[in-house]
Nanobody, 123 residues
Framework: QVRLVESGGGSVQAGDSLKLACVVS????????MGWFRQAPGKEREFIAV????????HYGESMRGRFTIDRDNSKNTVYLDIHSLKPEDTATYLC????????????????WGQGTQVTVSS
């Protein structure tokens, strides 16, 4: 059974940084591209970033470049998301997902999803 477990979220102040992690079990981690998405209440799920299976390629959503950095450690079955200079509008549930394409960025390209970790940013 595949499991994706996110961690690292919390309640922070604007301007702070966070490092989110997602640990995968039940599948061969290095066979999948890994993506991060976020979803705020009442809003659609939003693509943040994806990293290829071998970590050689990354792709970021249009409004995500600059403050978000995705990385992975295949020896630890873990994908990370660094977020800098957090803003109140970054408040959302952050979810990781596994996809079989090279660097997928559409929701339907992902096969497995975690439950998410909550990030709340106050001004």
């Amino acid at each position: 059974q595949v499991r994706l477990v996110e961690s690292g979220g919390g309640s922070v102040q604007a301007g702070d940084s966070l490092k989110l992690a997602c640990v995968v079990s039940g599948r061969t981690f290095s066979n999948y591209a890994m993506g991060w998405f976020r979803q705020a209440p009442g809003k659609e799920r939003e693509f943040i970033a994806v990293i290829s299976r071998d970590a050689f390629s990354t792709h970021y959503g249009e409004s995500m470049r600059g403050r978000f950095t995705i990385d992975r450690d295949n020896s630890k079955n873990t994908v990370y998301l660094d977020i800098h200079s957090l803003k109140p509008e970054d408040t959302a549930t952050y979810l990781c997902a596994m996809g079989t394409g090279a660097t997928p960025f559409r929701i339907w390209e992902y096969d497995y999803w975690g439950q998410g970790t909550q990030v709340t940013v106050s001004s």
